[in-house]
Nanobody
């Protein structure tokens, strides 16, 4: 079974940093893209970053220049380094994986999602 397990969330003050991790298992890592999306209370899910099988990242404008997506060489662990955090970054953050996953398709049925990790940024 495909499993994605996020960790690293927490509470931080505005301007601070956090690094999220996602441990993947149950699929062929070098064949699937991976990414992160988030959902704040009362708001729609927002795709924020993806990385393809060639290691090429893509970012939403809302996080570009502040967040960095990366993965281990084995591609079984995904990271999201979040710097210069803002209160509006407060959300549940989810890891996702799929063979056709992109920023545009990360929320589509057919991709696999983790259970999420909470990030809270206080002003």
């Amino acid at each position: 079974d495909v499993q994605l397990r996020e960790s690293g969330g927490g509470s931080v003050q505005a301007g601070g940093s956090l690094r999220l991790s996602c441990a993947a298992s149950g699929y062929t890592y070098n064949l699937w893209n991976m990414g992160w999306f988030r959902q704040a209370p009362g708001k729609e899910r927002e795709a924020i970053a993806t990385i393809d099988t060639d290691g090429i990242p893509s970012y939403a404008d809302s996080v570009k220049g502040r967040f960095t997506i990366s993965q281990t060489n084995a591609k079984n662990t995904l990271y999201l380094q979040m710097n210069s955090l803002k209160p509006e970054d407060t959300a549940m953050y989810y890891c996702a994986a799929g063979p056709y996953l992109t920023l545009a398709t990360i929320l589509w049925v057919g991709n696999y999602w983790g259970q999420g990790t909470q990030v809270t940024v206080s002003s």
